[in-house]
């Protein structure tokens, strides 16, 4: 495991750990992600106040990142040769999966400097080559693609939708969080089920992820 990886997420959580592990919703990859078998009885105060002011979210493979890694490593043409930024990277599973799929080029894009650190060892964990980006504004230039999932979380993050079809030929999203996005551009694809893993047991209604295309 990368030391960077080990000293992020002890910064977190003190007993914190990362393991190898193949997210049920896309077991063809595999990641560093949060080990739960350390987490023998309940949080201390001062654990749950640090996990709460510094999430380390990029240590969790989300259910909407699952499934858009699994519906692009279904559809390889999605990618194939393509210029891919995958924003909002979080553990890097969307654009690594873009990288297996025979994307020409991939930028995972995420503000936590963490998140990028994951989605580097992520991708050579598959042995792929990802590039990161850790701002929007400094993304690079002529994009085919841009993916991302579960960013709307955040309704601030709503007029990125638009931003995207301005910045790339296609866009592709996956999110739980919206039940209908009612979006200019942008076309339901499917609806998969899917949890978050390691699992948080979160409300079904989150483990329902949408597929949208623009």
């Known amino acids: 495991m990368p030391e960077s990886l080990r000293q992020a997420i002890q910064r977190t959580l003190s007993r ?4 190898v592990t193949r997210p049920g919703g896309c077991p063809a990859l595999a990641l560093y992600l949060f080990d739960p078998t350390v987490l023998e009885g309940p949080l201390s105060h001062e654990e749950a106040q640090a996990v709460v002011a510094e999430p380390a979210y990029w240590s969790f493979c ?6 858009l890694a699994q519906w692009i490593l279904d559809h390889p ?5 393509k210029r ?9 599973v969307v654009a690594v ?13 995420d503000l936590d400097p963490d998140a990028l650190a994951a989605a580097r060892a992520n991708a050579g964990l598959n042995g792929v080559p990802v590039l990161t980006c850790d701002a929007w504004e400094d993304r690079p230039g002529e994009l085919d693609l841009i993916t991302a999932a579960d960013v709307l979380y955040d309704r601030d993050n709503r007029p990125f939708l638009q931003a995207f079809r301005a910045a790339a030929t296609e866009v592709l999203m996956a999110d739980s969080r919206v039940r209908d996005l009612n979006e200019p551009g942008y076309n339901l694809q499917a609806t998969v089920e899917a949890r978050t893993w390691p699992d948080l047991n979160e409300f079904e209604e989150f483990n329902r992820v949408r597929i949208f295309r623009a």
């Open 62 to 67: 989300w259910a909407s990142g699952q499934v």
């Open 97 to 109: 999966a873009a990288a297996l799929a025979g994307a020409a080029e991939v930028y995972a894009c």
């Open 16 to 19: 914190g750990r990362l393991a």
């Open 84 to 92: 891919v930024l995958d924003f909002g990277s979080g553990s890097g």
């Open 77 to 81: 043409e999605l990618v194939r040769g």
